[in-house]
């Protein structure tokens, strides 16, 4: 009902924010359980898509987002995302087993496989959990590109400000294979991030977000 509530009178303001362009809407199916795997250029993303998507989407979020930015903790509460602890093995496992119950009761579940925001613009490697989530439920997965959304709250902003966004959304994929394979957790993951980037026209950067995060931030450190 809070979800409701929220989207009810969150969808106009995005709408009229944002004027988004959305394609492949269609893609959603109209009931049952399916991933949608998204780039990743805003803590907003995890918002937008919820917000303008007609069926009802939970989506996975770093924990930081419930505990930084004020603006941030409103819109993932109450958006009812999925707080993930990146550097707790155990913690996101237990988000991975949650999201694998929504999954298998029906449910739309959305997931930024780069797992932070990408520091470039660029696409970044997705990390295996979105192939995990595809191999143990069996349900499709449809690729999303996001564009524009680091206009609307850039890093470092604490106020959105109205920018044009775009979503497009491709036709279901369905993957078989194990999910205790890791080899098939890999090939999956590639395949995912590949559709993305075809969608989203990104560079594609074969290395880990964070890492290239980490990276930058000692060469910060070090000039």
Known sequence: MLYQMVKFAAAPVATVMCRPHISGAANVPRAGGAILAANHLS??????????LPRHVTFAAKSEYFSGNAVSQWFMRLGGSLPTDRDSAHAAQAMLDAAATLLENGELFGIHPEGTRSPDGRLYRGKIGVAWLALKTGVPV??????????????????????RIGITIGA?????????DA?????VTDEIMAAIQGLSGQEYVPTYAASRKA????KDTES
């Open 142 to 163: 449809l690729p999303v590109a996001l564009s524009g959304t680091e206009r609307v709250l850039p890093v470092g902003a604490k106020v959105p400000r109205p920018s």
């Open 172 to 180: 279901p994929m369905r993957f078989e294979g194990r999910h205790t």
């Open 183 to 187: 080899r098939d957790r890999r090939r």
């Open 43 to 52: 803590i907003l993303d995890s918002f937008l898509l919820p917000a303008l």
């Open 215 to 218: 990276l930058n931030g000692r």
